[in-house]
């Protein structure tokens, strides 16, 4: 039998424990960067709120992000 | 032994040096682990001729054998790092052994499902109570609690160390799933691919699968730098270290 993408008749079965390899894979590789960066961003609006404290008067530029 | 080896081990469990050394080398063990997955699922969808038995619904062994292989393979490198965690105190360590436990519940729960995908064609039934299903179902189960345990508490270093407990005492459950196939009866078949001793298994069909075994545990590890990246980013961040990246990369306009 020659190999093809129809997979004999069990073209759903591979195909789909394929597509879920990827998939899982996929949100596993994303999810962490999108953490790392949203760790960033709170640590930058942290930063920002303790000079405006230091800095009494000056405008509250990031209090909005808290 | 050359005294190097060492004092770059040491080097590396700090975290500023830690977090470069993963940045560097995750998008090379990312892209490697693509390719490789690239040319082992070619080589087993396409070259690689159907089995006998099975036609071509044997193909499901290149996605989820590796992974099964990687389920095993992290609970160990994870109980290893929660182990130098607890004993010498190392943060690294407990940061390497907690972020690997959500890489190897995404690997338990895709051999899970390929399994199931599996089972329906060739034994009638997506899921039997068989020691092999059920031992890896409790290594899912593992996992879940180790991610939710160490989650369960406000302090993070304390939290490592109450989940690296659990880590080493689920560790009993790795021979266990290991050894399934021989120790019962099962419905699952035994091992196809022996570290000692030849496999049953043709050059053709084994290649793609130890190629795929290398790409899996490539994408582990850049999977595991990611996360310890941003996990260190939010445990170290009163630290210089952090603040300076942090000026850096917004000097730089990033």
């Given at each position: 039998?020659?190999?093809?993408?129809?997979?004999?008749?069990?073209?759903?079965?591979?195909?789909?424990?394929?597509?879920?390899?990827?998939?899982?894979l996929l949100i596993d590789t994303l999810a962490p960067l999108a953490r790392r960066r949203r760790n960033l961003r709170e640590l930058r609006a942290r930063?920002?709120?303790?000079?405006?404290?230091?800095?009494?008067?000056?405008?509250?530029?990031?209090?909005?992000?808290? | 032994?050359?005294?190097?080896?060492?004092?770059?081990?040491?080097?590396?469990?700090?975290p500023p040096v830690f977090y470069r050394f993963a940045g560097a080398v995750r998008p090379?063990a990312l892209?490697?682990?693509?390719?490789?997955?690239?040319?082992?699922?070619?080589?087993?969808?396409?070259?690689?001729?159907?089995?006998?038995?099975?036609?071509?619904?044997?193909?499901?062994?290149?996605?989820?054998?590796?992974?099964?292989?990687?389920?095993?393979?992290i609970?160990?490198?994870m109980?290893?790092a929660?182990?130098?965690?607890?004993?010498?105190?190392?943060k690294i360590a407990e940061v390497v052994a907690m972020e690997s436990a959500p890489v190897g519940a995404a690997?338990?729960?895709?051999?899970?499902?390929?399994?199931?995908?599996?089972?329906?064609?060739?034994?009638?039934?997506?899921?039997?109570?068989?020691?092999?299903?059920?031992?890896?179902?409790?290594?899912?189960?593992?996992?879940?609690?180790v991610i939710?345990?160490y989650h369960?508490?406000?302090?993070r270093r304390?939290g490592a160390?109450?989940a690296?407990?659990?880590?080493?005492?689920?560790?009993?459950?790795?021979?266990?799933?290991?050894?399934?196939?021989?120790?019962?009866?099962?419905?699952?078949?035994?091992?196809?691919?022996?570290?000692?001793?030849?496999?049953?298994?043709?050059?053709?069909?084994?290649?793609?699968?130890?190629?795929?075994?290398?790409?899996?545990?490539?994408y582990y590890i850049a999977s595991l730098f990611a996360r310890v990246r941003a996990d260190l980013i939010a445990s170290e961040s009163g630290k210089?270290w952090v603040r300076?990246l942090l000026?850096?990369r917004?000097?730089?306009?990033a």
């Amino acid at each position: 039998m020659n190999p093809s993408l129809a997979m004999g008749a069990y073209g759903f079965y591979v195909w789909s424990s394929v597509a879920v390899f990827f998939i899982v894979l996929l949100i596993d590789t994303l999810a962490p960067l999108a953490r790392r960066r949203r760790n960033l961003r709170e640590l930058r609006a942290r930063i920002a709120r303790q000079e405006n404290r230091r800095r009494p008067g000056t405008p509250p530029s990031n209090e909005s992000n808290a | 032994m050359a005294n190097w080896v060492p004092l770059w081990l040491h080097r590396l469990g700090s975290p500023p040096v830690f977090y470069r050394f993963a940045g560097a080398v995750r998008p090379w063990a990312l892209g490697l682990a693509l390719v490789l997955a690239g040319v082992a699922l070619y080589g087993g969808l396409f070259v690689a001729p159907a089995d006998y038995q099975q036609g071509d619904a044997y193909r499901i062994i290149f996605v989820h054998v590796p992974s099964a292989w990687m389920s095993l393979f992290i609970y160990g490198a994870m109980a290893v790092a929660a182990f130098v965690g607890l004993v010498w105190r190392i943060k690294i360590a407990e940061v390497v052994a907690m972020e690997s436990a959500p890489v190897g519940a995404a690997f338990t729960f895709i051999t899970l499902v390929t399994g199931s995908l599996w089972g329906k064609p060739m034994w009638g039934t997506w899921w039997t109570w068989d020691a092999r299903l059920t031992s890896e179902l409790v290594l899912l189960f593992i996992y879940l609690g180790v991610i939710g345990l160490y989650h369960s508490f406000e302090d993070r270093r304390q939290g490592a160390r109450a989940a690296s407990f659990l880590v080493l005492v689920g560790a009993v459950n790795v021979p266990i799933v290991h050894f399934s196939v021989n120790w019962w009866n099962t419905l699952h078949q035994g091992s196809t691919v022996r570290l000692l001793g030849p496999s049953h298994i043709e050059a053709s069909m084994l290649w793609p699968l130890l190629t795929m075994m290398a790409a899996t545990k490539l994408y582990y590890i850049a999977s595991l730098f990611a996360r310890v990246r941003a996990d260190l980013i939010a445990s170290e961040s009163g630290k210089g270290w952090v603040r300076e990246l942090l000026a850096h990369r917004d000097g730089s306009g990033a």
